[in-house]
C-alpha cells in the first residue's frame, strides 16, 4: 500500500479501516524480499490501530508481527528506524504490562530491547521524544513494582513523569497522556507506602485521582465537542441543499 493510499483511510470509520490495514499487511507480507520499510512501518500502524481498537488480543499478535519487521529493518539502518522499532517495543509492552506479575520475564526482556534502542535519548531527549522514552521509563516502574522491588521502580517512575514534562504542552494534556500520568503517580504513591511515607503516598494517589478525572472530563468533552461539530455540519449539509432553492425563490 502507497502512502497516499494508506493516508485516505483517516478520516475512515476503524470498521472500514482496520479490514484494509490488515489486507495491506499481509499483501506486503507475502511479497517483500528481506527487510522493508514499508511493512514495518504498516504493521505498526495496524498493531496501533489494533490497540485504539481496544482488540488487544490482535493487538498483541499483530504487536509481534511489527517487532519482528521492524527489527530486522533496524539491523540494517538503525539510524534511520531507531524510532519506529521503539515504538513497537514500547507498544506491546504497554499493551502487556497489564497482565503484571504474569508475563513479568518477557515484558523485562521487552524493556531491555527497548532501552538498548532509545540509549541515544535516554539522558537528554527532544521533546519530540521525550514520549516514548517517558513511556519506556514508567513501563520499566511498573514491572520493577510488580516484582516487588519498590525502591528500584521508585526512581524509574520519577524518571518518566520528568521525561513527560519535555513533551510539548498540547501533548501532555491529552485523555491518554494525562491516564498514563495518573498511573505515573499511583505507582509513586504505592513506593512511598512501601516506605511507610503514608502522608506522601495520600498526596501522589489524591494527585492521581484527579488527574484521571481530568482525563475523563476531557475524553467526555471532545465527545460533546464532536457530536457539537456533527450536528453542525448536518446542518450545514440542509442548508447547503436548500440554498439553490431559495436563491430561485427570489
Not at 525502591?151 to 501532555?172: C, F, I, K, N
Request: hydrophobic share 45%; charged share 30%.
Amino acid at each position: 500500500m502507497r502512502t497516499r493510499a494508506l493516508a485516505r483511510m483517516y478520516g475512515k470509520s476503524p470498521q472500514v479501516r482496520l479490514p484494509r490495514l490488515a489486507a495491506a499487511v499481509a499483501e506486503l507480507r507475502e511479497t517483500r524480499s528481506g527487510p522493508d520499510d514499508r511493512y514495518a512501518t504498516l504493521a505498526y500502524v495496524y498493531a496501533a490501530e489494533l490497540t485504539e481498537a481496544g482488540r488487544r488480543a490482535e493487538a498483541l499478535v499483530a504487536g509481534a508481527e511489527a517487532i519482528a519487521a521492524a527489527r530486522a529493518v533496524y539491523a540494517v539502518r538503525p539510524d534511520r528506524r531507531r524510532d519506529l522499532f521503539a515504538l513497537c517495543l514500547t507498544n506491546q509492552a504497554s499493551l502487556m504490562v497489564a497482565d503484571l506479575p504474569a508475563g513479568r520475564d518477557e515484558l523485562r526482556a521487552l524493556l531491555d530491547e527497548a532501552f538498548e534502542v532509545l540509549a541515544p535519548w535516554l539522558a537528554e531527549p527532544s521533546a519530540g521524544r521525550a514520549r516514548l522514552v517517558s513511556r519506556a521509563y514508567a513501563l520499566r516502574g511498573h514491572v520493577e513494582l510488580a516484582a516487588g522491588l519498590p525502591a528500584v521502580a521508585e526512581p524509574l517512575l520519577w524518571r518518566a513523569h520528568w521525561t513527560g514534562l519535555r513533551m510539548p504542552r498540547h501533548h501532555r494534556t491529552t485523555p491518554e497522556s494525562l491516564l498514563w500520568e495518573a498511573a505515573v503517580v499511583r505507582a509513586l504513591s504505592t513506593c512511598r507506602r512501601a516506605d511507610d511515607d503514608d502522608a506522601e503516598a495520600d498526596r501522589l494517589g489524591d494527585l492521581a485521582r484527579k488527574v484521571e478525572q481530568a482525563s475523563k472530563d476531557l475524553r467526555r468533552s471532545g465527545k460533546e465537542l464532536r457530536a457539537a461539530i456533527s450536528d453542525v455540519a448536518d446542518v450545514l449539509r440542509g442548508r447547503s441543499v436548500q440554498a439553490p432553492e431559495d436563491t430561485r425563490g427570489r
